[in-house]
């Protein structure tokens, strides 16, 4: 069985660039998650998708970051624009309905400057 | 909100040693996952239980529901054990969103 897919694996941007993350979950799974996890701390929800709607982006910094799984199945994140703070690993995850385990792709390194 | 407590933070082994990793939470749950970091970032799911006891290969992860207290098991240490270890809790109901630990740091030598 595949796994998670992202895209890129790495990122370095400057300051005020916009970037765009990929992410391909496990066939078959309706939920969907991207978290951010600054070095030195765990992981934080900034959204939960299920299917194609959005189960919870309470924690998304909606001026700058947005994201998207118009067919419910890849998802898309994007930050515009980039900040120095937004330097984290993104990872996204994917489960078959909440409360289902979770599995996690390799994450995207982003690196502003 | 679940609060959850993961010691120790640091654990430094020498390979073939017995290692523990322990986690505690504050609100009673209907499962809790443990997740393995390496260096480059990704994350794999370990263990998801909630009940008594799973075992894969040399890791072994229990659980006290009552007790609210979970550890993590490696049997006979290798240095390729050596990673991130974070234990994660829903914060109970049916709300599904994981609060993480933040993690112990296993470094294991040859």
């Known amino acids: 069985e595949a796994g998670v897919a992202q895209s890129p694996r790495y990122k370095i941007i400057e300051k005020r660039q916009s970037v765009a993350f990929w992410c391909n979950p496990i066939?078959?799974?309706?939920?969907l998650y991207w978290y951010q996890q600054i070095l030195g701390q765990g992981p934080k929800l900034l959204i939960q998708f299920q299917n194609n709607g959005v189960v919870d982006d309470s924690q998304l910094p909606k001026d700058r970051f947005s994201a998207e799984r118009l067919k419910g199945v890849d998802s898309t994140l994007k930050i515009q624009p980039a900040k120095l703070e937004d330097s984290a690993v993104y990872l996204c995850a994917s489960s078959l309905n909440p409360g289902y385990e979770q599995y996690f792709g390799p994450g995207t390194r982003l690196t502003v400057t | 909100k679940n609060e959850v407590e993961q010691s120790p933070q640091n654990l430094t082994a020498q390979e073939g040693e017995f290692i523990t990793i322990n986690c505690s939470y504050s609100v009673g749950i209907s499962a809790l996952h443990w997740l393995q970091q390496h260096p480059g970032g990704g994350i794999v799911s370990l263990f998801m239980l909630s009940s008594g006891k799973k075992k894969h290969g040399r890791l072994i992860a229990t659980i006290n529901i009552q007790e609210k207290h979970s550890s993590l098991h490696i049997t006979a240490s290798h240095p390729r054990d050596s990673a991130v270890y974070i234990c994660?809790?829903?914060?109970?109901?049916?709300?599904?969103?994981?609060?993480f630990g933040k993690g112990t740091l296993l470094t294991v030598n040859p």
């Open positions: 066939s078959g799974h309706a939920t």
């Open positions: 994660a809790v829903p914060p109970g109901g049916s709300n599904y969103k994981l609060t």
